[in-house]
Protein backbone atom coordinates (compact mmCIF):
# COMPACT_ATOMS: atom_id res chain seq x y z
CA UNK A 1 0.00 0.00 0.00
CA UNK A 2 1.18 3.52 -1.39
CA UNK A 3 1.16 6.34 1.62
CA UNK A 4 0.19 8.61 -1.21
CA UNK A 5 -3.31 8.35 -2.38
CA UNK A 6 -3.83 11.74 -4.53
CA UNK A 7 -7.41 12.22 -3.28
CA UNK A 8 -6.61 14.76 -1.18
CA UNK A 9 -5.07 17.14 -3.78
CA UNK A 10 -7.90 19.35 -4.25
CA UNK A 11 -8.21 20.01 -0.46
CA UNK A 12 -10.21 17.74 0.88
CA UNK A 13 -10.85 14.54 2.68
CA UNK A 14 -12.45 12.18 4.04
CA UNK A 15 -13.94 11.28 7.11
CA UNK A 16 -14.18 7.85 8.60
CA UNK A 17 -17.58 7.08 7.53
CA UNK A 18 -16.72 8.14 3.81
CA UNK A 19 -17.78 11.86 3.82
CA UNK A 20 -15.65 14.37 2.39
CA UNK A 21 -14.89 17.52 3.78
CA UNK A 22 -12.66 20.39 3.40
CA UNK A 23 -8.98 19.91 4.98
CA UNK A 24 -10.21 23.03 6.14
CA UNK A 25 -13.14 22.08 7.97
CA UNK A 26 -13.71 22.75 11.97
CA UNK A 27 -13.26 18.87 12.20
CA UNK A 28 -10.14 17.93 10.35
CA UNK A 29 -8.57 20.82 12.36
CA UNK A 30 -10.15 19.26 15.84
CA UNK A 31 -8.40 15.90 14.64
CA UNK A 32 -5.57 17.62 13.31
CA UNK A 33 -4.39 19.56 16.11
CA UNK A 34 -5.40 16.25 18.37
CA UNK A 35 -2.29 14.81 15.99
CA UNK A 36 -0.21 17.59 16.98
CA UNK A 37 -0.63 17.42 20.23
CA UNK A 38 -0.04 13.22 20.20
CA UNK A 39 3.43 14.31 18.15
CA UNK A 40 4.40 16.59 21.24
CA UNK A 41 4.05 14.12 24.11
CA UNK A 42 6.37 12.31 21.90
CA UNK A 43 8.32 14.97 21.68
CA UNK A 44 8.40 15.41 25.63
CA UNK A 45 8.74 11.89 26.67
CA UNK A 46 11.98 12.14 24.64
CA UNK A 47 13.12 14.42 28.20
CA UNK A 48 11.49 11.81 30.27
CA UNK A 49 13.27 9.05 32.41
CA UNK A 50 10.70 8.24 34.78
CA UNK A 51 8.89 4.75 33.70
CA UNK A 52 5.57 5.35 35.69
CA UNK A 53 5.10 8.98 33.90
CA UNK A 54 6.28 7.21 30.95
CA UNK A 55 3.55 4.62 31.01
CA UNK A 56 0.86 7.00 31.62
CA UNK A 57 1.50 9.18 28.40
CA UNK A 58 1.85 5.91 26.43
CA UNK A 59 -1.66 5.36 27.61
CA UNK A 60 -2.48 8.80 26.85
CA UNK A 61 -1.35 8.30 23.27
CA UNK A 62 -2.86 5.64 22.93
CA UNK A 63 -6.19 7.46 24.34
CA UNK A 64 -5.49 10.19 21.77
CA UNK A 65 -5.82 8.28 19.09
CA UNK A 66 -9.30 7.08 20.20
CA UNK A 67 -9.75 10.86 20.60
CA UNK A 68 -8.90 11.95 16.83
CA UNK A 69 -10.71 8.39 15.57
CA UNK A 70 -14.00 9.67 17.33
CA UNK A 71 -13.29 13.42 16.38
CA UNK A 72 -12.48 12.13 12.43
CA UNK A 73 -16.27 10.60 12.10
CA UNK A 74 -19.38 12.68 12.27
CA UNK A 75 -21.64 11.63 15.00
CA UNK A 76 -24.42 10.28 12.40
CA UNK A 77 -21.68 8.16 11.14
CA UNK A 78 -20.73 6.52 14.84
CA UNK A 79 -23.26 3.79 14.44
CA UNK A 80 -23.85 1.65 11.36
CA UNK A 81 -26.85 0.19 9.81
CA UNK A 82 -26.51 -3.24 12.09
CA UNK A 83 -26.46 -0.57 14.89
CA UNK A 84 -23.18 -1.47 16.29
CA UNK A 85 -20.38 0.96 17.02
CA UNK A 86 -18.42 2.37 13.80
CA UNK A 87 -15.32 2.51 16.51
CA UNK A 88 -13.89 -0.26 18.37
CA UNK A 89 -12.83 1.96 21.35
CA UNK A 90 -14.38 5.70 21.96
CA UNK A 91 -13.29 7.69 25.39
CA UNK A 92 -15.62 7.29 28.55
CA UNK A 93 -15.96 8.11 31.94
CA UNK A 94 -12.98 5.62 32.48
CA UNK A 95 -10.45 7.13 30.88
CA UNK A 96 -11.30 10.47 32.35
CA UNK A 97 -11.04 9.41 35.68
CA UNK A 98 -8.09 7.90 35.21
CA UNK A 99 -6.37 10.59 34.22
CA UNK A 100 -8.02 12.60 37.70
CA UNK A 101 -6.84 9.71 39.67
CA UNK A 102 -2.87 10.53 38.07
CA UNK A 103 -3.46 13.99 38.80
CA UNK A 104 -4.39 13.51 42.16
CA UNK A 105 -1.12 11.14 42.63
CA UNK A 106 1.03 13.69 41.43
CA UNK A 107 -0.27 16.95 43.23
CA UNK A 108 0.56 15.28 46.36
CA UNK A 109 3.75 15.09 45.93
CA UNK A 110 4.17 18.67 45.06
CA UNK A 111 3.68 21.71 47.37
CA UNK A 112 0.11 23.88 47.09
CA UNK A 113 -0.04 26.37 43.79
CA UNK A 114 0.37 30.05 45.60
CA UNK A 115 1.06 32.06 42.20
CA UNK A 116 0.72 31.14 38.26
CA UNK A 117 3.37 29.26 36.71
CA UNK A 118 5.40 30.30 33.95
CA UNK A 119 5.89 27.84 31.38
CA UNK A 120 9.93 26.13 32.24
CA UNK A 121 11.43 24.25 34.99
CA UNK A 122 13.77 22.34 32.21
CA UNK A 123 13.48 20.48 28.82
CA UNK A 124 10.77 17.67 30.19
CA UNK A 125 8.46 20.07 32.30
CA UNK A 126 9.15 23.05 29.63
CA UNK A 127 8.10 20.17 26.95
CA UNK A 128 4.95 19.37 29.01
CA UNK A 129 3.69 23.19 29.06
CA UNK A 130 4.27 22.98 25.24
CA UNK A 131 1.61 19.78 25.32
CA UNK A 132 -0.75 21.59 27.38
CA UNK A 133 -1.00 24.80 25.09
CA UNK A 134 -1.51 22.40 22.63
CA UNK A 135 -3.95 20.09 24.57
CA UNK A 136 -5.88 23.64 25.48
CA UNK A 137 -6.21 24.10 21.52
CA UNK A 138 -7.47 21.24 20.63
CA UNK A 139 -10.03 21.40 23.20
CA UNK A 140 -11.35 24.61 21.84
CA UNK A 141 -11.25 23.12 18.29
CA UNK A 142 -13.76 20.29 19.57
CA UNK A 143 -15.87 23.39 21.56
CA UNK A 144 -15.97 25.35 17.71
CA UNK A 145 -16.92 21.97 16.25
CA UNK A 146 -20.03 21.06 18.45
CA UNK A 147 -21.00 24.61 17.77
CA UNK A 148 -21.86 23.40 14.72
CA UNK A 149 -21.97 19.84 14.73
CA UNK A 150 -22.73 17.52 17.42
CA UNK A 151 -19.36 16.06 19.76
CA UNK A 152 -19.86 13.86 22.27
CA UNK A 153 -19.28 15.36 25.72
CA UNK A 154 -16.28 12.73 26.76
CA UNK A 155 -14.46 14.31 23.83
CA UNK A 156 -14.16 17.54 25.83
CA UNK A 157 -14.08 16.69 28.69
CA UNK A 158 -11.35 14.49 28.75
CA UNK A 159 -9.04 17.11 26.72
CA UNK A 160 -9.95 19.18 29.90
CA UNK A 161 -8.99 17.11 31.86
CA UNK A 162 -5.62 15.91 30.49
CA UNK A 163 -4.60 19.81 30.08
CA UNK A 164 -5.15 20.11 34.01
CA UNK A 165 -3.20 17.01 34.17
CA UNK A 166 -0.41 17.88 31.70
CA UNK A 167 0.16 20.99 33.82
CA UNK A 168 0.35 19.25 37.23
CA UNK A 169 3.06 16.54 35.38
CA UNK A 170 5.25 19.74 34.36
CA UNK A 171 4.98 21.11 37.53
CA UNK A 172 5.94 17.24 39.34
CA UNK A 173 9.14 16.72 36.45
CA UNK A 174 10.43 19.86 37.63
CA UNK A 175 10.50 18.89 41.11
CA UNK A 176 12.23 15.79 40.78
CA UNK A 177 14.58 16.92 38.27
CA UNK A 178 15.05 19.63 40.84
CA UNK A 179 13.92 22.26 38.68
CA UNK A 180 12.84 25.82 39.58
CA UNK A 181 9.60 26.58 38.96
CA UNK A 182 8.80 30.34 38.02
CA UNK A 183 6.47 32.19 39.38
CA UNK A 184 4.23 35.36 37.92
CA UNK A 185 3.91 37.34 40.92
CA UNK A 186 2.04 40.83 39.95
CA UNK A 187 4.00 42.34 43.13
CA UNK A 188 7.25 41.27 41.52
CA UNK A 189 7.22 43.99 39.08
Not at 20 to 48: H, M, P, Q, W
Not at 148 to 167: A, G, M, Q, T, W
Request: aromatic content about 8%; charged content about 30%; hydrophobic content about 35%.
Amino acid sequence: MKIYTKTGDKGETALYGGTRVSKASARVESYGTIDELNSFIGFAKTEIKDEKVLAQLRKIQFDLFTVGSESATPTDKLTLANGKSRLALMISDTEIEEIENWMDALEEELQPLQYFILPGGGKAATSLHICRTVCRRAERSLVFLNESEEVRPELIKYLNRLSDYLFVLARYMSKINNESEEYWNPNDR
